[in-house]
């Protein structure tokens, strides 16, 4: 293996693009506004441009205009002038760029080495950390895993805006909203009273928790909300499911929306009109933008890694989990279970708000709640689901085997409650669905039947 040369070592730079991308701004104002959205003073591996740039941002925001002179002068006052290279140095940096108008391509080329640069320093880190043995494997992973996904989404500086282009963006938005039918601002969840009386769709950064008794129906809301995301919101979801198969997803989704008995599916007993529908549905659904992760005995690392790196590829808008208590933590052998769902829920929350995006997961539902309101007490696991979580529902009706009378079998469209109770930022109450079982399908009662 060759060794490795001097040049190898040297850390990404790009001198050129340092002095083009200065001189263009103190060429044109126009790429300072540019060059400020970009870039950060410790971008730049040269220390005298950063002191440079650092001037020239210093001048801009104080409504000046940036030129040799006034830099120059900046500088001196600021005692910085000697450590900038000096007047020559300053002076020619014009000379190097023939216009500003490739200020994004010189900006970019700094931004990508500074980038490189940090990873670099990252690795090495992280190579650091993993020699030392006092500290905990998932420790080291978790801050891996938090520095790479900053480097991939933040790689841009936050930029600042007077109020008056914020106040001018906000009657912007809310007219955008008065001319919209559906009064959801966040991903809206296809259940109109949900959505305009109590949550206006799904907010980003929430932690939204679906909790019921097995058999309620829980997948199949979970299922029907990201499918109406994903195909009529037209916002990218990601499907978790840590307990049916992709493949079992899909028939139910092919059957909620053909409206097929997804019995006669599974058997393949269908007419060959029904066979029309279904595969009429998959064209409408092929093209959605919905991502099924199906993964038993997940670990909570991998699902957060998992998410990241959708929303890095994919720009998922929305998270559905299913469901809170069979993500596996690290040290799961070793913690009691409220231990472990405690902190699941804790990571959920942060990924939601890392992510900014809704994560919205399902959770079991203690026994002592069958048959009877389930309450946020009823969440089973741990109190923490209940602290953490910006919204909390429960499905709760009859079982069908309480309705069933004179041996005829249950009704095929059950009533149920969608209980909303806890909304951190709205009302609670509650929502009348209509469950198709026989679809897997939930509907509002004034839902067109078919």
């Not at 929303?311 to 559905?320: Q, T, V």
């Amino acid at each position: 293996m060759p060794s490795l040369s001097l040049n190898d070592k040297t850390p990404p730079h790009n001198d050129e693009a340092e002095c083009a991308a200065l001189g263009a701004m103190l060429l044109d104002k126009e790429a300072v506004t540019k060059a400020k959205f970009n870039l950060r003073p410790d971008d730049f591996y040269t220390t005298a441009n950063g002191i440079v740039y650092e001037a020239i941002c210093e001048l801009d925001n104080a409504g000046g205009r940036a030129d040799i002179i006034t830099i120059i002068d900046i500088l001196t006052k600021n005692g910085k002038l000697n450590a900038a290279g000096g007047e020559p140095y300053i002076s020619s940096l014009t000379n190097v760029v023939p216009s500003s108008a490739n200020i994004e391509h010189y900006t970019q080329i700094v931004k990508e080495c500074s980038m490189r640069r940090s990873l670099i320093r990252l690795a090495s880190e992280m190579t650091a950390d993993a020699y030392n043995t006092s500290k905990e494997t998932k420790e080291i992973l978790t801050a891996a895993q938090d520095n790479i996904f900053e480097l991939v989404t933040m790689g841009q500086t936050a930029s600042f805006k007077p109020v008056k282009e914020i106040l001018y963006d906000a009657i912007m938005q809310i007219h955008n909203f008065m001319g919209r039918q559906n009064k959801a601002t966040g991903i809206p969840s296809g259940f109109d009273e949900l959505d305009t009386k109590y949550t206006l769709g799904f907010q980003n950064s929430e932690m939204i928790v679906i909790g019921a008794r097995p058999s309620m129906g829980k997948t199949a809301l979970a299922l029907n909300m990201a499918t109406h995301a994903a195909y009529k919101a037209q916002a990218p979801a990601a499907f978790f499911s840590l307990e049916m198969s992709d493949m079992a997803l899909a028939m139910r989704i092919l059957s909620s929306e053909a409206c097929i008995d997804s019995k006669l599916i599974k058997t393949g007993f269908i007419s060959t009109g029904d066979y029309a529908k279904l595969t009429a549905a998959a064209g409408r659904l092929y093209e959605m933008p919905l991502y099924i992760i199906d993964k038993p005995n997940m670990k909570l690392f991998d699902l957060c890694s998992t998410a990241m790196r959708l929303k890095a590829e994919k720009n998922i808008g929305i998270i559905f989990i299913d469901y809170l208590q069979l993500i596996v933590t690290e040290n799961n052998n070793r913690q009691k279970d409220y231990e472990a769902v405690s902190e699941v829920s804790r990571e959920l929350k942060s990924l939601a708000k890392k992510l900014d995006i809704p994560v919205v997961a399902l959770s079991q539902v203690g026994r002592p709640s069958e048959g009877n309101r389930p309450a946020l007490n009823s969440l089973r696991g741990s109190g923490s689901i209940e602290q953490d979580a910006d919204v909390v529902m429960f499905l709760h009706r009859d079982r069908p085997a309480d309705k069933a009378q004179d041996g005829q079998p249950p009704p095929e469209e059950q009533e149920t409650e969608l209980i909303i109770a806890k909304n951190r930022n709205g009302a609670v109450g509650e929502c009348k669905l209509i469950f198709r079982s026989q679809f897997t399908k939930f509907m509002t009662p004034a839902y067109p039947q078919n």
